[in-house]
Structure formats: C-alpha cells, structure tokens
Antibody
Framework: QVQLVQSGAEVKKPGSSVKVSCKASGGIFSSTAISWVRQAPGQGLEWMGWIIPMLGSPKFAQKFQGRVNIIADDSTSTVYMELNSLRSEDTAVFYC???????????WGQGTLVTVSP | SYVLTQPPSVSVAPGKTASITCGGNNIGTKSVHWYQQKPGQAPVVVIYYDRDRPSGIPERFSGSTSGNTATLTISRVEAGDEADYYCQVWESSSDEVVFGPGTKVTVL
C-alpha cells in the first residue's frame, strides 16, 4: 500500500524559506509523479507543481514559478518542496500527492501546516 | 490558464440527490476527477476519469460530463457526505493540474 508521510509543522518569518519533505513507501517511487498542493485556511486546493523522480525536471504552476522548487531523492524515496520569499498569504497546509498529472491523485500525505508570522 | 468553476455551496436534505457541477471550456474532452475533503483531512478521490468509482466509494456517487460541464451526483445523501468537493483536470497544453474552487455540501 502506498503511503506518503510528510514532515512536521513549521513556523517561519516573512521573507524566509521553508522546505517540506514527503517520504513515499510502497509502489515504485522513481516513475510516479508526486505533486504539491497548497490549501490556505478556509480556502480551496491549489496545485503548485510536480516531479517524476526518474526524470528529475519538475513542472511548476505559473503562479509559483520562480518561488518554488521541488526535488526528489531516490536514495530515500523522499520528495522535497521548498518555497522561498514567504509571505503571510503562504500560511497554509501543504500536501504532497501521488499520481501522474493526467491521473487522479490517489494517495495523499497527511499535510504540513506552515505558518508565516513576524 | 484553464479555469474551472463550481458553485460555492449546495444544500440537500438527507435521502435526496445532490448535484455538483464543474464548468470548464470543453471539459467534456478532458478527464475529470472528483475529490471529497472533510475538515482536517486530506482529499479523497470519489470519482476518477469522469465516471469511475474507486473501491470503497459507495455506488451513490456517480459522475458524468457533457460539453462544458462535468457533474458529480450523490444519490440518497447521508449526513456523512457533508464535505467540500473539488473537481480536477489536467490541462495538457500547459502541463498543469487544475482544481476547481470547491463546493461545500451541507446536509440539512
């Protein structure tokens, strides 16, 4: 059974960066895409980008281009999402999800709350 | 970029049918996936590829698409169906995943 386990909650200052991890188990890590999705408090789901570990080159939503990076570590079956230049509007739960872009995102991590506060 | 529209809220009495629409340009030519999200939980797929249902999802959940609208239908609504529902497509031209804004289903 596929499982995605994310790192714990973070509190960050405006202007800083945050790096959230997503460790996958079960299934084949390297050939399946993992996406990152942001959900601000009381708001909807917002796709940020995805990576197929074996290809290495991530794809980002236009809105986050230049401010986000996604990398995969095959040796630990972990995908990382780093968001830079944090602002208060980035306060949100960040989810990783597994599934090719055209497929449903069948498996989700538990979510990581990132709070941006002075 | 591709835009999906959903009604913000739908209210339905127990035992009745709830229909949640998802509008998008020629959405009928795309594969639509639907997610249910309850407070404090990660989303769960309830319908994928327009009309397929994952194992464990009740037959009361069904999906369809036509033209510029996809529809998630919940028959014989139960209190436990109260949740936010999101449609999602993949826009192949920009290689981006797009979510609808979500619909809050309230069971009266």
């Amino acid at each position: 059974q596929v499982q995605l386990v994310q790192s714990g909650a973070e509190v960050k200052k405006p202007g800083s960066s945050v790096k959230v991890s997503c460790k996958a188990s079960g299934g084949i890590f390297s050939s399946t895409a993992i996406s990152w999705v942001r959900q601000a408090p009381g708001q909807g789901l917002e796709w940020m980008g995805w990576i197929i570990p074996m290809l290495g080159s991530p794809k980002f939503a236009q809105k986050f281009q230049g401010r986000v990076n996604i990398i995969a570590d095959d040796s630990t079956s972990t995908v990382y999402m780093e968001l830079n230049s944090l602002r208060s509007e980035d306060t949100a739960v960040f989810y990783c999800a597994r599934g090719a872009p055209g497929d449903p995102q069948r498996f989700w991590g538990q979510g990581t709350l990132v709070t941006v506060s002075p | 970029s591709y835009v999906l529209t959903q009604p913000p809220s739908v209210s339905v009495a127990p035992g009745k049918t709830a229909s949640i629409t998802c509008g998008g340009n020629n959405i009928g030519t795309k594969s639509v996936h639907w997610y249910q999200q309850k407070p404090g939980q990660a989303p769960v797929v309830v319908i994928y590829y327009d009309r397929d249902r994952p194992s464990g999802i009740p037959e009361r959940f069904s999906g369809s698409t036509s033209g510029n609208t996809a529809t998630l239908t919940i028959s014989r609504v139960e209190a436990g169906d109260e949740a936010d529902y999101y449609c999602q497509v993949w826009e192949s031209s920009s290689d981006e995943v797009v979510f609808g804004p979500g619909t809050k289903v309230t069971v009266l």
